[in-house]
Every structure is written in structure tokens, then in C-alpha cells.
């Protein structure tokens, strides 16, 4: 997501980007005349005659404008793709470098031969990383193409014509009609309501206390309110107040607007070019990063000091620095981009199979670090599913008039419709009933929804031509604004003790399990416009309460992600009350808990100490869910967040994880990292086990890397020292290196231990750096051994056996490095409490039997190998053998001792 504003783009800029400025500045003047316009007017220039577009008026718009889409992280050509991501990988560049020194500065075969290995080193980790992420991308892809953004617009479609006969021509109607985003066309007629996204560039014909969040345009962090009349007065397009631009979202409030620019030639196209794919790094990127050019600056310090020792000690300058470019190799994680997209592409594909949406590989690891989840009730917790239950006076009795006058809410609102109007609606199922209310009651205007007031009010006159205020919302909100009360026939006023006693019918329902919500109305004078200014004085008819049941599966997802380290914690709108009783028949223990209203009294340092032991927090406005998401930030927590309410988008972003359902409002969906096609916290411990396994795999590698490096450092420098030739060629450098990285590509493929899984998991380089330095140098100790067996043992002491020592060096070196892989990658003893996968297996096999044969056949005089004598091969079963018991025990120690896996 972007983190900074595009106006700020508009400062300095040359060449593509000076282009793209000068285009925004185009449509910027453009679209300024246009806010100047009366809306008629505007309407009237935008869609001569102001009507819904035709079919035909829609597609030859569509031609002319093409489809509206801006920008974005589009598939690249194959060949593009590959030098990308090879010339954005400071690995590959090196390797390629000493290939080409090699080819060209090299005498022998052999280190043609050498030059070849490093080139397929480089091919095999650009290849294998793309055609995986390429698998899973195209999995995901599919999923994606499930959820999509729509708009609502008034156009002319075609229906069948009423009656039976089946060849009568279809007739054209105009009616409001959810589109695809990608369809829109200039002129067309939109309709706006909280927790849409601004499809396009639009001038306002009507609004009604609309407020536009614009901060991805202009930075500003607090909503700004549009109207539909002419601002003659403006000069920059962004501040113009009858304008709404693609990029921003509808925070409250609703219009309708009529499309001015779509596509490359909003605001936001003009200068989307430019910001694609730019994203802010994660911890994750940071830590590969750092690892990376830690092992890059352990090579640079160590190849030069090889260097000139074989130099110094050997005469052959010209040897020395082929051994060292072999060391150089060596010493680099080349692997480790390739290993890190093969273990992200895989977990994306097992989570595309449980119909999860990855919008961002590397989400799949922070969903591992996540030690904090918060989410919503509804939905989450709830089956989303609410049901009408009660409809009551003020003193709990069943009322009819309630439900009738929430069905005029309800059914006249033109927000955002949810759940509880349309259980309301659902509720009078009597066509009577619905045909009377229709017949004597219309909308004249409304006041919408927004998070501060936290009720909305129609007004509806009726056919005597009296107007009517009906607010519905919560109930200490809505009781703010009455001043007297219904009782049976009559009115009377709101005393403390009745005020009291309604609090009190409310309060029940909330002890038994209901949401409710208030009910206020009054005759109001006739006037042109309503605002929220009218919403007082009202008469409290009553309430209606909704029931949304607890999930079945709730209290076993909870419990086990719980068990697996991740506290969940409740954020929602909805009253304290009612989140207390769901939770506790989920399994929630809630002690403690807050409020919006106590929150906004609290200091950032209050707030952080108080999620300590808070599991929920209810009544929160959008800001108030950032905040609490921030404190558990500022308290060292890795935090998840899902959410598919117009209220949780600045929250989605905040967290580290965003969560979101296909089902949610536009800009949940544009906000978070996760689409989950099913709502379930079940999905969401997999997700969690999923990025645990990913990071374990991924940590396998780095681990044995970075152990492997630091002991050949040492053994290395004292081959170098104390030989009177090479420890072994180049050529047979760069083919260990090479079996090697081919056993570790099955890596990804590996179990990984449950005690791993059971907490989550972050970068802890002083635990790699402790590992390394703990394990390495043992290693080195059995290359010592190995040394001296074959100097004293086997009597390759002299230059004329010098392939007979590099042969056996080879040989250990490589299955050393093979076998090890079993005792690190568990924190349990190999083969007995644990088993590697049996693709890794197979591929350790594999490769230990090609490098035996290698050495054994006629092949193996290319790369300088000698047949070895049979008194080695037990010599060398008995150093393997001790070398990983040893490595088991200092291992486990390590465990005990520092806590690593």
C-alpha cells in the first residue's frame, strides 16, 4: 500500500515522471472548471440531457475512454521478468562477475568447466524461484478473479418484456445496477455510501453529509466534506469541494455523482504509473536483506586473507586467485533468494487450496510472527447471521408501531444497507403491511450513518403532507437525543428515573445475548434540507433487538490459537454488553475491558499498558481500533487485523497483517494483505501454522548457510597455512557448492517441528549469529580430522598426491554438509524423534550418490578427482557419524541453554 501522498509527487519530477506531473496538471485544470459549474450544469456538460446511459452510449464510451483501470503491478514478459530479477540481485550479479573473470581469465578446462557451474548456479535460482511464484501466483490469481469491486450507477439495461410470450423483444428500463469497476464510463450516473470507494473522478450532483477520506491523495489524515454545489472559489482540484477523485473512499454520507474522467485520465492515473509496485519493506524483506549482506561482508573479509595466504605460501598468484573466486562462491548464500520464493510460493499455493486470497507473498511470513490478533464479533465470533427477535416499547413489550417505524429507517435509508436493516426489512414479511407503509409513507431526505453520532435518521412525509424524523442507532447515542418518551397512547417527558428504567430494558436485552438498537421520532416543520442539527428532542418509541448466534467452531479456533501463542482480542462498534456475552460463550475471558469514550480519555502510554490484559474493546470509532492496534505496537507485538467494515480500513493498514473477507466493503478489501473467501477464525490458525512452517523452512537454510560458512572459514585459512597445495580446485569448490544447493531446494518441503509451531516466531539474528558461531566451528574440527587422516592415514602428503587429498576433502566436505542438514533441521534427534520430508531426503540421497560416483568414474578426471582407497570410505563413515553425533549434543545444549531451534 502507498505510504505517502501522490501531491506530493507533484514536487520536482523529470523525464517519465515529469511527464506523468504535467498530464496531472492537465486533468487537474480540467476537472477545477469543472467544480465551478452549478451541477446542473456540470450534469449537463458530462451527460447532455443528464439521463442513464444506453447499452450503445456505454460501449462507444468504452471505446473511446477504454476500461477504467490505472496502473498497476501488471504481469511482465517472461524475459523481463528473469533479467529483473537477476539484475536486482546483488548474488547473481557477483556470480555472474566471477564466472565471466573465470571464463576468460581461466587456462584449464577445469575452470571453464568452473565458469559453467557458477552460470547454472545463477540460472537454477532465478528459474526455480519464477516458475514457483509463477505456480502459485496463478493460483491465487484464480481466487482473486472470485472477489471483485462494483459500483452502483443508474443505466439503461435490457429485461424480458412482462407476460408469457417467450419471443416478445426485451424491453429497456432504467434502474440501479451494480457494475464492475473496470466498466465505468465517463457520464455515467453514480451512487456513493459510506464505505465505498470513489470509482472514479466525479463531480457531485447531490450529497448529503458526505464525508471523503483523501489522505492517499493529499496526505491529510482527517476526512474532508464534499457538497454538490457549484465552489466557485476553487483553484486546486484537490481542494475543490464538488469533486471526488479516484484513490479516495467515502467515509460517511451519500451522493450521486456523474463520472468525469476515468481510468489513465483521472487524477490518480495520471501519476499511478509512477508508484506502482513501490512498497514499504517488512521486517521480513529487512531481515533477508540483512542476512544476505551480512554473509556478503564475511566473503569480502575473508577472500582477500585466502588470497594472499595461497599467494604468499604457494608462488602462484595466478591459482591463488582462482581458489579464491571458488572460496567467494563458496561463501555465498546464492541460494538464499530462491530458497525464500520457493517456501513463500508454496505456502501461498496450500493457503490458495483452503480459498485464501495472498495479495502479498511476504504476508505469508508476518502471518507467522502475528502473537496478536484482534477482529471484529460479528461475523467472526458470530454466524453473521442476524435475526429481527424483539421489537419492544420502552419497557420491553412487543410493539408493532416500533417495528413499522424501523421499517421506514430501514427501507428508506440509501447508505450502506447492513445486516441489521436487512433483517429489519426481513422482519415484516406481511405484503399488507408493506404495501400501506409504501402507499402512505415518502423519503424526503435523509441524515446519514456515521461513526460519531452512531445512529442515522430518514425523513419520511406522509400523505397528509406532515414530515417525520425516524433516527435509529445505538441506544446511548439515540437516548442523547430524546427529550420525552412514548407511553402506550401518550408522551411523556424524560425524567432521570425514566431514563433510568429505559437504560435498564436496555441493559437486559444486552445480559441475554441481544443487540439493540433505539428507536427516536417526532413531527418535524417542513423545511428544504434536514441535517443532523434536527436530531433532537425525539420521542423514544421503543427498541429492536437482533440476535447474531455464536459460531459453532468460535471457541475451538479460539482455544487453538490460543494454545498456539496468538491472543485474540475483540475490537468492534458494537456495546460492551453484548461483545461480553458472545465472548463468553466463545470462551473469552473477559475480566477487563474498554470503551471508545475511555480510550479517547486515555494518554498512548495508558492505552499500551492496558491492552496488556484487555481482551475487548468495544463502542470504537475507525481512529480508536488504530490506536489500540498501534499501542499493541509500541508494546513489542506483531499484530493482526481483521476486519470487513467501512470502519476497519485505517486498522487493516495499521496492522502488520490485514485480514479481510471477499464480502467486505470495498475498502476493507483494498486494505488488507489477506482475502479470505470464508469468514472463519479456523482458516486463520492454518494461515498462522502456514507462515510459522514457512519462516522454520527458511531458517533451516539461513542456519546451515551461516554454520556451514563460519566453519570453512577456519578450516579454509589453516588448509591454506599448512598445505603445500590446495585443499581442493576451484572447479571442486563450485561443484560441492552446487550438489549442495540442489539437496537444499527440497527444503521448502519439510516438516517442521511442533514445538516450533507452538509460539510465533520474528528474525532473531543474535540467535543465527549464536548458532553459527556454536555449531561452525565444529565442522572445522572434523575437516582438521579429515586432514590428518588423509596426510598421515591415507598419505596424500605430497604435491604429486595432491588430487587424492582434494578428492577426499570433496567427498566429506559434501556429505558432511548433506547429513548435517537431518541434525539441524529439528530441534529433536534425527531419524528416531523426527524425520526430514521425504522429498528432502530422497534429494540428500541423490546427491551423495552422485558426488560418490563422480569421484569413482572416468568423468571424475574433468574436475580432478583421484580413485580413494578402500581403508577411506570406513575412515569416513566413522568421522560422519561422530561429526553429527557431536553436532546433536552441542546442539541440544544450545537449545537448553539459549532456547534456539
Given at each position: 500500500m502507498l505510504k505517502f501522498s501522490i501531491a506530493a509527487m507533484l514536487i520536482g519530477g523529470n523525464g517519465r515522471n515529469g511527464a506523468k506531473n504535467e498530464a496531472a496538471a492537465r486533468i487537474a485544470a480540467e476537472l477545477t472548471a469543472l467544480a465551478r459549474l452549478n451541477p446542473d450544469d456540470a450534469l449537463s456538460k458530462l451527460n447532455p440531457g443528464g439521463q442513464a446511459l444506453s447499452p450503445e452510449q456505454v460501449a462507444e464510451r468504452f471505446e473511446q475512454y477504454g476500461p477504467n483501470t490505472v496502473a498497476q503491478e501488471k504481469k511482465k514478459p517472461f524475459l523481463l521478468e528473469i533479467g529483473e530479477r537477476f539484475i536486482t540481485n546483488p548474488i547473481n550479479i557477483l556470480l555472474t562477475v566471477l564466472a565471466l573473470v573465470t571464463w576468460f581469465t581461466g587456462e584449464e578446462t577445469s575452470d571453464k568447466i568452473g565458469a559453467v557451474i557458477m552460470f547454472a548456479m545463477v540460472v537454477?535460482?532465478?528459474?526455480?524461484?519464477?516458475?514457483?511464484?509463477?505456480?502459485?501466483?496463478?493460483?491465487?490469481?484464480?481466487?482473486?478473479?472470485?472477489?471483485?469491486?462494483?459500483?452502483?450507477?443508474?443505466?439503461?439495461?435490457?429485461?424480458?418484456?412482462?407476460?408469457?410470450?417467450?419471443?416478445?423483444?426485451?424491453?429497456?428500463?432504467?434502474?440501479?445496477?451494480?457494475?464492475?469497476?473496470?466498466?465505468?464510463?465517463?457520464?455515467?450516473?453514480?451512487?456513493?455510501?459510506?464505505?465505498?470507494?470513489?470509482?472514479?473522478?466525479?463531480?457531485?450532483?447531490?450529497?448529503?453529509?458526505?464525508?471523503?477520506?483523501?489522505?492517499?491523495?493529499?496526505?491529510?489524515?482527517?476526512?474532508?466534506?464534499?457538497?454538490?454545489?457549484?465552489?466557485?472559489?476553487?483553484?486546486?482540484?484537490?481542494?475543490?469541494?464538488?469533486?471526488?477523485?479516484?484513490?479516495?473512499?467515502?467515509?460517511?454520507?451519500?451522493?450521486?455523482?456523474?463520472?468525469?474522467?476515468?481510468?489513465?485520465?483521472?487524477?490518480?492515473?495520471?501519476?499511478?504509473?509512477?508508484?506502482?509496485?513501490?512498497?514499504?519493506?517488512?521486517?521480513?524483506?529487512?531481515?533477508?536483506?540483512?542476512?544476505?549482506?551480512?554473509?556478503?561482508?564475511?566473503?569480502?573479509?575473508?577472500?582477500?586473507?585466502?588470497?594472499?595466504?595461497?599467494?604468499?605460501?604457494?608462488?602462484?598468484?595466478?591459482?591463488?586467485?582462482?581458489?579464491?573466486?571458488?572460496?567467494?562462491?563458496?561463501?555465498?548464500?546464492?541460494?538464499?533468494?530462491?530458497?525464500?520464493?520457493?517456501?513463500?510460493?508454496?505456502?501461498?499455493?496450500?493457503?490458495?487450496?483452503?480459498?485464501?486470497?495472498?495479495?502479498?507473498?511476504?504476508?505469508?511470513?508476518?502471518?507467522?510472527?502475528?502473537?496478536?490478533?484482534?477482529?471484529?464479533?460479528?461475523?467472526?465470533?458470530?454466524?453473521?447471521?442476524?435475526?429481527?427477535?424483539?421489537?419492544?416499547?420502552?419497557?420491553?413489550?412487543?410493539?408493532?408501531?416500533?417495528?413499522?417505524?424501523?421499517?421506514?429507517?430501514?427501507?428508506?435509508?440509501?447508505?450502506?444497507?447492513?445486516?441489521?436493516?436487512?433483517?429489519?426489512?426481513?422482519?415484516?414479511?406481511?405484503?399488507?403491511?408493506?404495501?400501506?407503509?409504501?402507499?402512505?409513507?415518502?423519503?424526503?431526505?435523509?441524515?446519514?450513518?456515521?461513526?460519531?453520532?452512531?445512529?442515522?435518521?430518514?425523513?419520511?412525509?406522509?400523505?397528509a403532507g406532515k414530515h417525520y424524523i425516524i433516527s435509529k442507532g445505538a441506544v446511548a447515542e439515540t437516548l442523547a437525543v430524546c427529550s420525552s418518551l412514548a407511553f402506550e397512547d401518550d408522551y411523556k417527558p424524560m425524567t432521570p428515573q425514566h431514563l433510568a428504567e429505559v437504560k435498564a430494558v436496555a441493559h437486559e436485552m444486552n445480559e441475554d445475548g441481544f443487540r439493540a438498537l433505539a428507536l427516536g421520532v417526532r413531527e418535524i416543520e417542513v423545511k428544504p434540507a434536514y441535517s443532523r442539527d434536527d436530531e433532537k428532542d425525539l420521542t423514544m418509541m421503543g427498541f429492536v433487538a437482533f440476535l447474531d448466534p455464536p459460531k459453532d467452531s468460535a471457541a475451538d479456533a479460539i482455544q487453538a490459537l490460543n494454545a498456539n501463542g496468538v491472543a485474540v482480542k475483540i475490537l468492534t462498534g458494537d456495546n460492551d454488553t453484548v461483545t461480553r456475552n458472545v465472548c463468553r460463550q466463545v470462551g473469552i475471558q473477559v475480566d477487563k475491558w474498554l470503551t471508545g469514550p475511555k480510550i479517547e480519555a486515555m494518554s498512548d502510554e495508558e492505552l499500551m499498558l492496558a491492552t496488556r490484559d484487555t481482551p475487548v474493546f468495544a463502542r470504537l470509532n475507525p481512529q480508536q481500533k488504530v490506536r489500540v492496534v498501534e499501542a499493541l505496537h509500541r508494546d513489542g507485538h506483531v499484530v493482526g487485523f481483521m476486519g470487513d467494515g467501512i470502519n476497519d480500513g485505517p486498522a487493516l493498514r495499521a496492522a502488520d497483517v490485514g485480514i479481510s473477507v471477499d464480502t467486505a466493503v470495498d475498502i476493507a478489501k483494498e486494505s488488507a494483505d489477506i482475502i479470505l473467501l470464508e469468514k472463519s477464525l479456523l482458516v486463520l490458525e492454518e494461515g498462522v501454522l502456514e507462515g510459522r512452517k514457512v519462516f522454520g523452512n527458511i531458517l533451516k537454510y539461513i542456519k546451515m548457510t551461516a554454520s556451514s560458512n563460519f566453519g570453512n572459514m577456519f578450516s579454509m585459512i589453516g588448509a591454506s597455512v599448512l598445505l603445500p597445495f590446495l585443499p581442493m580446485l576451484p572447479v571442486q569448490i563450485l561443484l560441492n557448492n552446487l550438489l549442495y544447493d540442489f539437496s537444499q531446494t527440497a527444503v521448502a518441503s519439510d516438516e517442521v517441528d511442533q514445538e516450533y509451531l507452538a509460539k510465533p516466531r520474528q528474525w532473531d539474528l543474535k540467535g543465527i549469529a549464536r548458532f553459527m558461531v556454536g555449531i561452525g566451528p565444529i565442522s572445522s574440527i572434523f575437516d582438521y580430522i579429515t586432514f590428518a587422516v588423509l596426510w598421515f592415514v591415507i598419505g596424500a602428503n605430497t604435491t604429486a598426491h595432491a588430487g587424492l587429498f582434494q578428492t577426499g576433502w570433496f567427498i566429506e566436505s559434501l556429505l558432511s554438509q548433506t547429513l548435517i542438514v537431518h541434525v539441524i533441521r529439528t530441534g529433536k534427534i534425527p531419524f528416531l524423534q523426527s524425520w526430514a520430508s521425504l522429498p528432502l531426503t530422497v534429494a540428500g540421497i541423490v546427491i551423495c550418490i552422485v558426488g560418490i560416483l563422480l569421484t569413482a568414474l572416468p568423468i571424475g578426471a574433468w574436475f580432478g578427482f583421484s580413485p580413494l582407497p578402500g581403508l577411506w570410505w570406513p575412515i569416513l563413515a566413522a568421522i560422519l557419524v561422530t561429526y553429527m553425533c557431536l553436532t546433536q549434543v552441542v546442539k541440544t545444549w544450545m537449545i537448553r541453554r539459549f532456547g534456539l531451534l
Open positions: 537454477m535460482a532465478v528459474f526455480v524461484a519464477h516458475f514457483q511464484e509463477a505456480r502459485s501466483s496463478n493460483a491465487v490469481e484464480q481466487l482473486r478473479k472470485m472477489v471483485s469491486n462494483t459500483a452502483t450507477v443508474k443505466r439503461e439495461v435490457e429485461e424480458p418484456a412482462p407476460g408469457t410470450d417467450e419471443d416478445a423483444p426485451p424491453v429497456r428500463v432504467v434502474k440501479k445496477v451494480e457494475v464492475p469497476l473496470d466498466s465505468l464510463v465517463p457520464g455515467d450516473l453514480v451512487f456513493l455510501a459510506a464505505g465505498d470507494m470513489v470509482p472514479a473522478d466525479l463531480r457531485l450532483i447531490s450529497a448529503k453529509d458526505l464525508f471523503v477520506n483523501q489522505s492517499a491523495l493529499t496526505g491529510e489524515s482527517m476526512p474532508v466534506e464534499k457538497f454538490a454545489a457549484a465552489d466557485a472559489d476553487a483553484k486546486i482540484a484537490l481542494e475543490a469541494k464538488s469533486l471526488c477523485f479516484m484513490g479516495s473512499n467515502i467515509v460517511s454520507g451519500s451522493a450521486t455523482a456523474v463520472i468525469a474522467a476515468t481510468g489513465a485520465n483521472t487524477y490518480f492515473g495520471a501519476l499511478a504509473g509512477s508508484l506502482v509496485g513501490q512498497r514499504v519493506q517488512t521486517s521480513f524483506d529487512k531481515g533477508v536483506s540483512r542476512f544476505a549482506w551480512l554473509m556478503i561482508r564475511f566473503m569480502a573479509v575473508m577472500v582477500p586473507i585466502v588470497f594472499l595466504i595461497n599467494g604468499v605460501t604457494k608462488g602462484n598468484w595466478f591459482e591463488a586467485f582462482m581458489f579464491a573466486v571458488a572460496v567467494a562462491v563458496g561463501l555465498t548464500p546464492e541460494m538464499l533468494p530462491m530458497i525464500v520464493a520457493i517456501n513463500l510460493a508454496k505456502g501461498a499455493l496450500k493457503m490458495a487450496k483452503k480459498d485464501v486470497i495472498v495479495k502479498r507473498l511476504n504476508a505469508i511470513q508476518n502471518f507467522g510472527a502475528i502473537d496478536v490478533l484482534c477482529t471484529d464479533k460479528t461475523g467472526t465470533l458470530t454466524q453473521d447471521k442476524v435475526i429481527l427477535e424483539r421489537h419492544t416499547d420502552i419497557y420491553g413489550d412487543e410493539n408493532e408501531r416500533v417495528l413499522e417505524y424501523a421499517w421506514l429507517n430501514s427501507y428508506h435509508q440509501t447508505g450502506l444497507r447492513n445486516l441489521l436493516d436487512v433483517a429489519v426489512l426481513d422482519a415484516v414479511n406481511d405484503a399488507d403491511t408493506v404495501q400501506h407503509l409504501h402507499a402512505e409513507y415518502t423519503l424526503v431526505d435523509e441524515v446519514p450513518f456515521d461513526f460519531t453520532r452512531r445512529r442515522m435518521s430518514v425523513i419520511v412525509k406522509n400523505k
